[in-house]
């Protein structure tokens, strides 16, 4: 785990899909720099224990609630359960998303249809419990500067666009906009809104493009910086966003992506 001072000392978090990949590391992150934090998780419970019980064991407060984010009722009881626990929420990371890759002219509706679910309408749903919330209990400037905080994680292709993945691709620059708006619509209610958009970052969801080395080969060609990420590098933006040295940044986009995004293909300055 990476060394963070304790900037996020009696704040509950909610970081959804953090039983693995980039919400995992984000939780720990976030519990690192003193948040209690809330694991969201869908499915398997034992992963979302394992990160439950590693806080615990360093010395954070942690609790796993399983919710599907594509679902009003389950967003509300979630959150619900989270303040009945732990009095409120002061940061919400709007993590959980999906790929379901596929040529546009097959892709089914279904398929169009879900992945809009989970990674659109879920951080619609988490965002607007969580700003409901903070708008409720008010402002507590002696443990942030800020009344509440969202981070959202976008991608590199909110930018970038990604030849059959259209969802995907479509998902990510409807969150782009939706960070930005809701930025505007509560700044003066003191509410931080911002996103991270990672590049390619090593986890499950992008197995095929690492696992091989010809794939990884292939893959470095597009990242100046000559490596994958690592879960950590997004989590560390996370907890940078959250904190009050991050006091004066609402609806940016944070890019933690090596380089992927500054057209590579021009590093020779050739042609
Ligand atoms: C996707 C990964 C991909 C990366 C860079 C991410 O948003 O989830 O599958 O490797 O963008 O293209």
Redesign the pocket.
């Known amino acids: 785990m990476a060394d963070h001072t304790h900037s996020l000392q009696q704040q509950v978090a909610i970081v959804t899909g953090a039983s693995t990949g980039i919400g995992r590391q984000t939780a720990f992150a976030l519990a690192e720099a003193g948040a209690t934090v809330v694991v969201n998780y869908i499915g398997s419970r034992t992963p979302a224990d394992d990160v439950v019980g590693q806080i615990k064991e360093g010395g954070g407060r942690a609790l796993a609630i399983e919710a599907d984010i594509s679902r009003e009722d389950q967003v509300e009881a979630m959150f619900k359960q989270a303040i009945d626990q732990f009095g409120t929420v002061h940061i919400l990371v709007n993590n959980a998303g999906i790929?379901k890759d596929c040529a546009f002219t097959e892709m089914t509706l279904a398929d169009w249809q879900k992945v809009i679910d989970v990674n659109l309408t879920g951080q619609f749903l988490c965002s607007r419990a969580a700003i409901r919330e903070y708008l409720r209990r008010g402002p507590q400037p002696g443990i942030s500067k800020a009344t509440g905080k969202i981070v959202c994680i976008s991608?590199?292709?909110q930018r970038i666009p990604?030849a059959k993945h259209a969802n995907?691709a479509a998902s990510?620059g409807g969150v782009m906009l939706l960070v930005q708006t809701l930025a505007q619509e509560f700044a003066s209610r003191k509410i931080r809104v911002n996103s991270v958009a990672?590049?390619?970052i090593k986890t499950a969801?992008?197995h095929a493009?690492w696992a091989t080395e010809d794939a990884l080969d292939k893959l470095l060609e597009m990242i100046p910086y000559g490596r994958i990420g690592d879960a950590e590098d997004v989590g560390n933006a996370v907890v940078w966003l959250c904190s009050d040295a991050a006091d004066y940044v609402t609806g940016t986009t944070l890019v933690v992506d090596g380089g992927?995004t500054l057209y590579p293909s021009f590093s020779t300055g050739d042609g």
């Open positions: 790929e991608s590199v292709h990604w995907y990510k990672p590049g390619a969801i992008n493009a992927m």
